[in-house]
């Protein structure tokens, strides 16, 4: 029996080398690793960010909203990495060119999430995305062609950057990272995967945050998520200063000067506190500017001789079942130490994740957003039978932790050629073809404990808006009755 200890997590004896993946994860101790966006909530409001992260309410009372900011997103990064990528390789791209790319990826961004806007009731949204990117192509494109190849040379960039930090304990996902060296890559055809970037000699790094629409003043809610992800970029990264930062807006760029680190730290203190129970959120917003003002003062945080009997029996059913998905989202953090502790290799002998995939390049489907991946030289995949068709995974250069790491679906598994078929859910698998990294080796790790965060977005709508809540309630209640 071997216990091991890295960065101050112990992982559980393991008994033999037969255990599974999931023993050892579910042994270890469930650290709490709050996102940023759920501590940013907290500058907005204590009560509201409770609200959002713990009983599903919806923070966006604009309908569509999210799934635009969203798209814009996708598109300004996948156009920018086009862009530099072909000024590298020689090119030599004029301003209408340049623009044309933002626009045929915007069709393409339409054409691909069609479903997703039909859902949020967006009947024209290619119009509505084109509102920003006719202002913010027409800029971009003049910075990005004005530079030469050889500056580009110097600079790398890491498209939907995610860092998951267990000893801060922090984590999140940057829109863009630019990073300049101090001198050119030596082998410009060849990925600087995460574990080599760490060891450059970095000149500057730069956190690019992509904002919709015309820039406005910033709220105290976005100063304390460009403060967090500083932060931990920061510390992972191991940097002697703080790195730019940038909020690109259609119009223009602004950029923050001044970090509050220790006001980071205090926050995240109290989030872990309120995910523990350890303390009540207080009202610390403007209500009567709040977008959430009814469910928090007229129903989650009501007082009991304002609500009937049955609404007070909803609201109890509601934060018990918030209790205990909260508790299996646990099993999300424990599964953030277990990759921190053990190396890509290990995890492919525990049956937890695959290494030594390559990119079938021949079999790229943008359209459906689906990739092949292929074992290297034919490797067995080990204990493969942990995998299975509709599983979440998430593919990284080998630490699913740090680095542009998409998720997606298993759709298909071919053990004879020994190879699987993803499809992406956020149409982002272009971070696995930009600056040739699509000749990397890749490895795929399950991340299927997700699914607690979706369940807990319904739980305002289903406990508070819909009367189908008292008659599951009360099925419930009928069967304990008969079973006692």
């Not at 990264?237 to 970090?259: C, E, G, I, M, N």
Request: glycine share 4%.
């Amino acid at each position: 029996m071997v216990s091991s200890k890295k960065d101050g997590f112990a992982l559980a004896p393991r008994i033999d080398t037969q255990a599974s993946a999931n023993d050892i994860i579910h042994k270890l101790e469930s650290p709490t690793i709050p996102r940023i966006s759920a501590i940013a909530n907290m500058a907005w409001c204590e009560r509201a960010a409770y609200n959002i992260s713990f009983l599903g309410v919806q923070s966006n009372y604009l309908p569509g909203a999210g799934d635009i900011g969203s798209a814009v997103h996708r598109i300004v990064i996948k156009s920018t990495l086009e862009i530099m990528q072909s000024i590298k390789n020689g090119a030599r791209l004029c301003k209408p060119e340049a623009m044309k790319i933002f626009s045929t990826n915007a069709h393409e961004e339409v054409d691909v999430n069609w479903k997703f806007y039909m859902l949020s009731g967006l009947e024209q949204p290619l119009s509505i995305i084109m509102e920003d990117l006719k202002i913010r192509a027409d800029r971009l494109a003049n910075q990005l062609i004005t530079h030469d190849n050889d500056n580009y040379q110097k600079l790398l960039l890491r498209p939907e950057f995610t860092i998951r930090n267990p000893k801060i304990p922090l984590e999140g996902r940057l829109d863009l990272l630019k990073i300049r060296l101090a001198e050119p890559v030596p082998d410009s055809c060849k990925y600087i995967t995460t574990d080599d970037l760490i060891n450059l000699n970095i000149e500057d790094i730069e956190i690019v945050q992509i904002k919709t629409g015309k820039a406005k003043p910033r709220t105290p809610r976005i100063y304390l998520q460009a403060d967090a992800e500083a932060l931990l970029l920061m510390v992972t990264l191991k940097l002697k200063k703080p790195p730019s930062y940038t909020w690109q807006y259609a119009d223009k760029d602004v950029k923050h000067r001044s970090f509050k680190f220790a006001k980071v730290h205090q926050v995240i203190d109290k989030f872990i506190k309120l995910w523990e129970a350890q303390e009540s959120p207080a009202i610390t917003g403007y209500c009567q500017t709040c977008p959430l003002k009814n469910a928090c003062l007229d129903w989650h945080f009501a007082r009991s001789d304002k609500l009937s009997f049955e609404d007070l029996a909803r609201r109890r059913a509601a934060f018990n079942l918030s209790r205990k998905i909260r508790e299996e989202i646990s099993d999300t953090d424990r599964w953030k130490v277990y990759v921190s502790l053990r190396n890509a290799e290990e995890r492919h002998a525990d049956g937890w994740a695959l290494t030594g995939l390559k990119l079938d390049t021949s079999e790229i489907d943008s359209i459906n957003q689906e990739i092949v991946l292929n074992s290297a030289e034919h490797r067995p995949f080990g204990n493969f039978i942990d995998f299975s068709v509709g599983d979440f995974v998430t593919v990284s250069d080998g630490n699913p932790n740090l680095g542009s790491n998409p998720t997606a679906i298993i759709t298909d598994i071919d053990l004879e050629r020994s190879s699987v078929k993803l499809q992406s859910i956020r149409n982002d698998l272009y971070v696995l073809t930009h600056d040739n990294r699509q000749t990397s080796t890749f490895t795929m790790d399950r991340f299927d404990f997700d699914k607690g965060l979706t369940t807990i977005r319904y739980l305002d709508d289903f406990f508070r808006q819909s009367s189908y809540a008292d008659r599951v309630r009360g099925q419930g209640a009928a069967l304990r009755a008969t079973v006692t």
